[in-house]
């Protein structure tokens, strides 16, 4: 099974960017659909954006449609975020996955997570 390693977080100014990273050890990557979720103090785990075996295929949560991209680097095994025009509800603590599916939304459908990374917007 794949394992995950993100990175990135910290805290930005509201308008500010961030790119979070997402290593994954083994050599079946490149098999994964890979997504972002995120997680707000008090809330439930949400999907923020996935990407398609192939870096192709792309899916976002409307909230941050616009200001956010995700692609990979298949030979890097890793994936990142970048987070352009934060804004304070962007904090979170964001995790990153793999599935076996096609561009997956929900958490049920991935197989392996990451520890997460903490991003805090100030306003």
């Known amino acids: 099974q794949v394992q995950l390693v993100e990175s990135g977080g910290g805290l930005v100014q509201a308008g500010g960017s961030l790119r979070l990273s997402c290593a994954a050890s083994g050599r079946t990557f490149s098999r994964y659909a890979m997504g972002w979720f995120r997680q707000a103090p008090g809330k439930g785990r949400e999907f923020v954006a996935v990407v398609g075996s192939t870096g192709v295929s792309r899916l976002y949560a409307d909230s941050v449609k616009g200001r956010f991209t995700i692609y990979r680097d298949n030979a890097k095994n890793t994936v990142y975020l970048q987070m352009n025009s934060l804004k304070a509800e962007d904090t979170a603590v964001y995790y990153c996955?793999?599935?076996?599916?096609?561009?997956?939304?929900?958490?049920?459908?991935?197989?392996?997570w990451g520890q997460g990374t903490q991003v805090t917007v100030s306003s």
């Open positions: 996955a793999a599935s076996g599916g096609i561009l997956p939304i929900t958490e049920r459908r991935y197989d392996a």
